[in-house]
């Protein structure tokens, strides 16, 4: 046990330090996130409920994720490295929670820009709320990772990327959005803790059957 | 692995003399909604269509658990033909769904019905299904993956169902309610009728379209091996 | 026929002809098949005797 948590770590801190060296991704996720929510001042009528805005919160963190899972196999696929990866006497879900957990601070990353900006620019957020943007991050960068490596083995991936995640995400928006706005958020975020339990566990059993050839 | 046996000529005879039967039932034996008018009939096919593109997603997520427990050769065309009936059922059952919104309640769409609302959703991730597959070069991977991406579908469907349900609660659709109809005995039978015979029909049509597949992948052998 | 008629009409009718759609692919796929097998047909019979693939 100790030893694969080890390994999680490791996959994890490596991907952690490879990023703070190139810096490519993270800054990117950062300034997207930021214009995104900027367009949508514009995108919004002068109108528009509260609602509207925490709505178009979760469409920012959704796709402000997905560039950040585009990038999230690119290293290992550039440098040849997933294979020499999946052949380490490792357990495969290994790579999977390392991945994941990296990912994950990424995004938590981007948030904490994206949130008070948010706050600033559009409407307050109360704790379910932020509760809820942790839990739907989890799953993101659960079900996310996964996705990403079934593209990355892909022709167009970039592309397919987004297709494949998008259906996934819905019910992570549902709970989001819902956290947010809802007078009784306790539901919803019940429900996030679900969606996390279901597709992180399928996500990890899955994982080495995606990787392998 | 053979076309016809278990006998598919029985099961196909089997699903024509259903199919009569059930257009007998529905037409001439079950009576007229009183709510719903003779529009109400839709449900005699919409339904029975839905459940089966449920069956056969589950049926391709199924077989795809088989590849992946197994590694057995044949599940990854009985995976890949059963969630390509699933999306074709699938997508009947957002157009009739559709018809039968607009007879009801005069719009085309309403986000209020969840079971409309859930197959758009499954739609939306079966069709990537194909692109992933397509864009998969073939080999044990593609299968691997492609039956990992149909796991992931049969989980999808209840956790959206209950997210589509959670929605509603904040979304504030204009909500539509159609009276269940009271359904009579004639009723429920020519719903059992009808709903036997298309599932009947589905699973005709799965074993008609992977014999295909089989026949294609066996002559693409074929000619390798022949080829000088 | 009545509105509801034409409703009830369209909903099996988009069922029937998407049936028969599908009936009509699978038949032109069943046309290549069966070109093909002939193809190979003749291929297997043009091989000279002595180099019969075994299996």
Known sequence: ?213 | MSITKPSLTVLAWGAAALTTLAAVMIFALAPEDADQGFSQKIFYVHVPIALTAYACFGLGAWKAYRLLATRGERYDLESYTGVHLGTIFGVLTLVTGAIWAKASWGVWWTWSSNQLVLFLVLFLFYCAYFMLRFSVEPGARRERISAVYALFGVALIPVSFFAIRLANDFIHPTVFTREGPQMTGEMFAAFCVSWASITLLAYVMYRVELAGKRIDANLRDLREALQP | MSSGEKYVAAAYGVFVVVVLVWVAILATKLARLERETGELARLARARPAGEQADG
Not at chain 1, 56 to 75: I, S
Not at chain 1, 119 to 139: R, T
Not at chain 1, 164 to 170: D, K, S
């Open chain 1, 1 to 213: 046990m100790t030893a694969y948590l080890a390994d999680v770590a490791a996959l994890a801190r490596k991907d952690l330090k490879l990023e703070l060296r190139a810096r490519d991704t993270l800054p990117a996720m950062l300034l997207f996130v930021l214009s995104t929510l900027v367009v949508f001042h514009f995108a919004l009528p002068a109108d528009a409920g509260e609602d509207a805005a925490y709505g178009l919160l979760w469409v920012a963190l959704v796709f402000t994720a997905l560039l950040g899972l585009a990038r999230a196999w690119v290293a290992e696929r550039e440098a040849g490295a997933l294979d020499g990866l999946v052949l380490a006497p490792s357990d495969r879900s290994a790579i999977w929670l390392g991945k994941s957990l990296a990912t994950l601070a990424f995004l938590v990353a981007a948030e904490l820009v994206a949130l008070p900006a948010f706050v600033v620019f559009f409407a307050p957020l109360d704790a379910s709320a932020l509760v809820g943007v942790v839990l739907a991050s989890i799953g993101i960068c659960a079900v996310g990772s996964l996705v990403s490596a079934m593209a990355a083995a892909a022709r167009g991936r970039e592309v397919l990327l987004p297709l494949l995640f998008l259906p996934l995400a819905i019910p992570l928006v549902v709970g989001g959005v819902g956290a947010s706005i809802s007078p009784d958020p306790g539901t919803y975020l019940v429900f996030l803790g679900l969606y996390d339990a279901v597709f992180a566990i399928l996500s990890w059993a899955a994982f080495e059957y995606v990787v392998t050839e």
